[in-house]
């Protein structure tokens, strides 16, 4: 299974997990691919970083939509939850260059 971490979404714990189905379909259906994040700024767009938590968010809940998302988080999580973006693909950062 992919690393993990944990995160709180409408007061409740939820376990962002990034395995390669979840990337694949994050590139398919809205395009964004993980090599372009930090280019031009695109990775700050709320709207990317919402599709980055929803392909977090499919491995618990594969019927979750982004819409549907995007009305569970309040603006005040979103720090927090950025900051396990970090901790989950630093690592495999990490791991590639071993």
Do not use: C, R
């Given at each position: 299974?992919?690393?993990?971490a944990?995160?709180?979404?409408n007061?409740?714990?939820k376990?962002l997990?990034?395995?390669?189905?979840?990337?694949?379909?994050?590139?398919t259906?809205?395009g964004i691919?993980?090599?372009?994040?930090?280019?031009d700024?695109?990775s700050?767009s709320?709207?990317?970083?919402?599709?980055?938590?929803?392909?977090g968010?499919i491995h618990e809940?594969?019927e979750?939509?982004?819409?549907?998302?995007?009305?569970?988080i309040?603006?005040?999580?979103?720090p927090?939850?950025?900051?396990?973006?970090g901790d989950i693909?630093?690592?495999?950062?990490?791991?590639?260059?071993?």
């Amino acid at each position: 299974m992919a690393k993990t971490a944990t995160v709180m979404i409408n007061g409740e714990e939820k376990k962002l997990a990034y395995p390669v189905g979840a990337l694949i379909k994050l590139e398919t259906q809205y395009g964004i691919k993980m090599a372009d994040l930090g280019k031009d700024g695109n990775s700050e767009s709320l709207d990317v970083i919402l599709k980055m938590i929803w392909a977090g968010l499919i491995h618990e809940n594969p019927e979750l939509t982004v819409d549907e998302l995007g009305f569970m988080i309040d603006i005040t999580e979103l720090p927090e939850i950025a900051a396990k973006f970090g901790d989950i693909f630093g690592s495999m950062t990490k791991n590639s260059q071993k």
